[in-house]
């Protein structure tokens, strides 16, 4: 009889193995509940585990992570440590962010913004208006020594303050209470909103007490951002982890972001090597013509690959009175004498159109058809021009070098084409050299360049952006009281169809002076991993996909790891 | 083998000893030479690089300057027999023009530091005391650079240019020969020749130039030799880095520079001209090897 009844180790083991088929882990996803990262936010169905949400990049390093210090040598994406008032979205929409509402006075020069409720520093402080208006102080204190400051001279007495000639207590910057800011202009500002969505907010309370590096230690960062400082290793990394102190509106999906220091040409073996998620698009392109020929003959390459024309314009920029481009026929002799569809085809493998104005085809008030004809290649006038001013086939003119700015070996060999263009069309010699960035706009800004090429890169999409580089006292020694009067008036009106009319005149005079020769709009080609899902993958208004401005850092918060990564 | 001399009573019979081998002492050196093939070697590629930096216009098809933008990247074809660079200008004129740069830097920077380092490490070692101290201790401060460091810093401080690598090149260049020089000299300064000639009445200069300088000329030359490769590498550094010549003028350095970041596909920017370097500095090394075995003094103990 003991036969017939089953052990009763057996029936245990029965049951264990019924309860673990019916209750264990391997059924979790499909009972319902989603993965949760450690700010919160609940992770798509074919994202990876939140230990392997971490997003790697490769760039250059720069001296401080704080966009109220400097811009041209500052570290890329203070985005991730701080919301600004507004934000640009995926079709360079202005949306809210730091800010939850905003009104605009009756003059128009007023604009009163009202925070979003609960935001705070990683530390816990509460952000405050006061901390705006910090920032815009510190940006305008000629102490701290700002290198774009003409950038927000929009806002009332910002450029006065700036030059010493007006208090900083004096700037059109006031918080009304800690939730409420008043931002007044000097005129009527319709694109004050795109300017400030590149007002990186500082932590008022820190930079106080710690000064100018407070943005380099992870002790010191405090953000306001989605992400904050985790470590910064000098020519090596930096890490930023998802912020758990964050309360505005854009949790990340990202646990960490690393973000590797390297050297432009290591940026695409590392790609091709796994090494990182995305080559972040950089001035000139860490790709050179070499990895765009690679890339267009790999059909797996050709899929990461986005690529859009780029609203950015590259030209050449003249000296000023005390050098032989003083004389317009000098200037347009040279602006003749360059092929710009040759260079396009050959230096730049084709990847890029031709500019025949300041304004890139696609951008708010361009209409790049109506200059076409304006700076045509024409080496018979070109030398005729040149002899009329007193250099017959170059006899006689100054040796002047083009002077470059850190330029790729790509920009370096378009430079040394239109140096042989220059000799071959006009007999003039011209030296190619290539200067550091920031020596290079230490001399530009004091007009010590005889002659130079360029790129000017959006950051909001209002003509404003392009055509303010041109007014008196720019960084070009060039200046013309009807472009100013043109510009000053456009940038003051409320109305779009006058304002582009207005931009439009300002544009054809640069182009016809000439003021500049202008030569091309880069296009852009991004690499992304096929497992970096998210707004990554979306087209937006302009047919774009993947668009974003990425030294700015938008597109972290909406992007996250799929599943597939190896 | 036996000969005569005058003697006292007629002349008297002289034994010489064995006569001198076939090809010792200095005038079988051509001989010598010939027999070392790898001496041959790097004399014929040294032989060949003046003759493409002499006959460069002859040989080549265009100007090395001539842009022609419909052909950039092009690879190595019929028409362009080492392909095109980034603005169409035909690759095979460049390597051969940049032959010019080289040699110049590799013969005038030493030819300057021979003839700062020569009297300088003479005066050390000759006169001693105190010359040879103040000459020694300006060695050492300038030993104290690394040499391609202080090339660029000083082609930084005074901008690209070939009279400015000259420059960066030969304040270096001079010390090995200086170093060597006097080292021969107080070498030969006990020497009973030097002894002899001083009791003889000979002067310092004439004890200097007329017996202890032909005495050391070997070694100095093979220096000499060796540090053309030396020289024309560091002038292809600096160029790489960009403060070499000015553009257009080609150097292989620069080129190699321009070239890299190409590698991946356009492999005949980068490819040419490091092959060049490489070739170049091999021939020399081995042609100065090829001196020192011939002017080895054991080959004329014979």
């Not at chain 1, 008036?489 to 020769?517: F, H, K, W």
């Not at chain 1, 990554?536 to 990425?550: A, D, Q």
């Not at chain 2, 105190?130 to 030993?143: N, P």
Request: hydrophobic content about 45%.
């Amino acid at each position: 009889m003991h036969r017939m009844r089953m052990p009763r180790s057996r029936v245990w083991v029965a049951g264990l193995l019924v309860a673990l088929v019916v209750f264990g882990p391997g059924y979790g996803p499909a009972v319902g509940a989603a993965t949760v990262n450690s700010v919160g936010v609940a992770l798509p169905s074919d994202a990876a585990p939140p230990s392997k949400q971490v997003l790697t990049l490769i760039g250059r390093e720069g001296t401080y992570l704080d966009w109220s210090k400097t811009v041209q040598k500052g570290q890329w994406m203070p985005g991730l440590m701080s919301d600004p008032l507004v934000m640009q979205d995926y079709n360079s929409d202005i949306k809210p962010l730091a800010a939850a509402r905003w009104a605009v006075s009756q003059d128009g020069r007023t604009w009163t913004f009202s925070l979003r409720p609960g935001l705070r520093w990683s530390d816990g402080t509460p952000l405050s208006a006061s901390d705006f208006v910090y920032t815009i102080r510190r940006m305008a204190n000629p102490e701290t020594g700002f290198d774009v400051a003409w950038y927000f001279s929009a806002i009332k007495n910002f450029k006065e303050a700036n030059e010493g000639k007006a208090k900083l207590e004096d700037i059109g910057a006031v918080a009304v209470n800690p939730t409420t800011l008043a931002i007044s202009t000097a005129e009527p500002t319709p694109y004050l909103l795109m300017l400030l969505s590149d007002l990186y907010v500082v932590p008022a309370h820190v930079v106080a007490k710690t000064g100018d590096p407070w943005s380099q230690s992870a002790d010191t960062a405090v953000s306001s951002g989605p992400f904050k400082l985790a470590s910064w290793e000098r020519d090596k990394q930096l890490v930023f982890v998802a912020n758990p102190a964050y309360a505005g509106i854009r949790k990340p999906y990202l646990e960490r972001i690393v973000y590797k220091v390297g050297q432009d040409q290591s940026f695409f073996p590392a790609y091709l090597s796994n090494e990182v998620d995305a080559i972040p698009w950089i001035y000139e392109g860490p790709l050179g013509p070499s990895d765009l020929a690679r890339i267009q003959s790999d059909p797996r390459l050709r899929r990461e690959a986005h690529i859009w024309p780029y609203f950015q314009t590259w030209w050449i920029a003249f000296g000023g009175d005390q050098t032989a481009f003083k004389d317009p026929r000098v200037r347009k002799a040279f602006a003749m004498a360059v092929d710009r569809d040759a260079i396009i085809k050959s230096v730049l493998r084709g990847m890029a159109v031709p500019a025949y104005g300041m304004l890139p085809p696609g951008f708010h008030c361009a209409q790049p058809a109506r200059l076409k004809g304006a700076q045509p290649y024409n080496p018979a006038e070109a030398k005729k021009l040149l002899a009329e001013a007193g250099y017959p086939d170059g006899h006689g003119f100054p040796k002047y070098d083009l002077d470059l700015r850190a330029a790729s070996p790509t920009i370096q060999a378009a430079g040394e084409a239109i140096q042989a263009m220059l000799k071959q069309n006009l007999g003039v010699d011209v030296g190619v050299q290539n200067l550091e960035r920031k020596l290079f706009m230490d001399r530009l800004n004091k007009y010590d360049l005889p002659l130079v090429v360029v790129p000017w890169e959006y950051d909001y999409a209002d003509a404003s952006n392009f055509m303010n580089i041109y007014k008196s006292g720019g960084r070009h020694p060039w200046s013309n009281a009807d472009y100013d009067k043109a510009v000053v008036a456009a940038n003051s009106t409320m109305g779009d169809a006058q304002r582009c009319a207005m931009y439009r005149r300002a544009e054809d005079i640069l182009v016809r002076d000439p003021g500049a020769v202008f030569l091309w709009h880069p296009t852009v080609t991004q690499l992304w991993k096929p497992w970096v899902k998210g707004l990554i993958n979306k087209t937006n208004k302009y047919g774009f996909v993947s668009w974003s401005r990425p030294s700015k850092a938008d597109m972290p918060p909406y992007i996250y790891i799929g599943n597939e990564k190896p | 083998m036996s000969a005569t001399v005058p003697g006292v009573g007629g002349p008297l019979p002289v034994d010489l000893g064995r006569p001198p081998a076939r090809g010792a002492g200095r005038r079988g050196w051509m001989r010598r030479l010939r027999r070392n093939p790898m001496a041959v070697a790097g004399a014929a590629v040294v032989a060949f690089l003046i003759f493409l930096a002499l006959a460069a216009p002859w040989i080549t098809p265009v100007p090395y300057d001539r842009a022609s933008f419909g052909e950039a990247y092009q690879f190595p074809s019929a028409a362009h027999w080492l392909g095109t660079d980034a603005i169409g200008r035909d690759f095979y004129t460049r390597i051969v023009y940049g032959a010019r740069v080289s040699l110049i830097v590799g013969f005038t920077a030493q030819a300057i530091a021979l003839a700062v380092g020569l009297p300088l490490g003479l005066a050390a070692g000759v006169l001693g005391g105190r010359t040879d101290f103040l000459i020694m201790r300006a060695v050492d401060t300038l030993t104290a650079f690394p040499q391609l460091l202080f090339a660029l810093l000083i082609m930084v401080v005074l901008g690209p240019g070939l009279g400015n690598i000259l420059l960066a090149i030969s304040v270096h260049a001079w010390i090995p020969i200086c170093r060597l020089t006097r080292a021969q000299c107080l070498r030969e300064r006990e020497r009973e020749y030097v002894e002899a000639a001083r009791a003889l009445g000979a002067g310092e200069v004439s004890v200097v130039t007329r017996h202890v300088l032909p005495n050391i000329l070997a070694p100095i030359v093979v220096a000499v030799t060796l540090g053309i490769p030396q020289a024309i590498f560091t002038e292809a550094a600096l160029s790489f880095l960009g403060l070499g010549v000015r553009a257009p003028t080609p150097s292989w350095g620069q080129m190699v520079g321009e070239g890299v970041t190409n590698i991946r596909y356009y492999w005949h920017l980068a490819l040419f001209p490091s092959v060049m370097i490489a070739v170049t500095m091999a021939g020399f090394t081995l042609l100065g090897d090829g001196v020192r075995d011939v002017l080895d003094p054991r080959a004329l103990k014979h």
